[in-house]
């Protein structure tokens, strides 16, 4: 009798973990989706720590180079003056 469970057991224990894989694949793809979600997040907290920095800068560029042209129309309109 022993003899005949043996096999019944042996494939009870085999179907009982073939639904292993399949959680471990759900697994697999729940970690690589989390994973990209925070990649993604990292990106994009990079990218506006970036923006923060850079505004500053076009800011004071920007200012800079409206005071260029405001110093250079007078210059030429100084010019066009004198070549009258």
């Not at 003899?3 to 729940?30: F, H, I, W, Y």
């Not at 500053?56 to 409206?66: I, K, R, S, Y």
């Not at 210059?75 to 003056?81: E, F, L, S, V, W």
Request: aromatic fraction near 0%.
């Amino acid at each position: 009798m022993t003899r005949r469970l043996l096999p019944v057991l042996a494939l009870l224990a085999l179907a009982g973990c073939s639904d292993e894989p399949e959680n471990l694949q759900t697994k697999a793809d729940n970690l690589s989706r989390s994973l990209e979600t925070k990649a993604d997040l990292l990106e994009n907290e990079a990218s506006n720590g970036v923006d923060a920095a850079i505004a500053p800068l076009d800011n004071e560029a920007n200012a800079l180079l409206a005071q260029a042209d405001n110093s250079a129309a007078p210059a030429d309109n100084a010019a066009g003056n004198t070549g009258q």
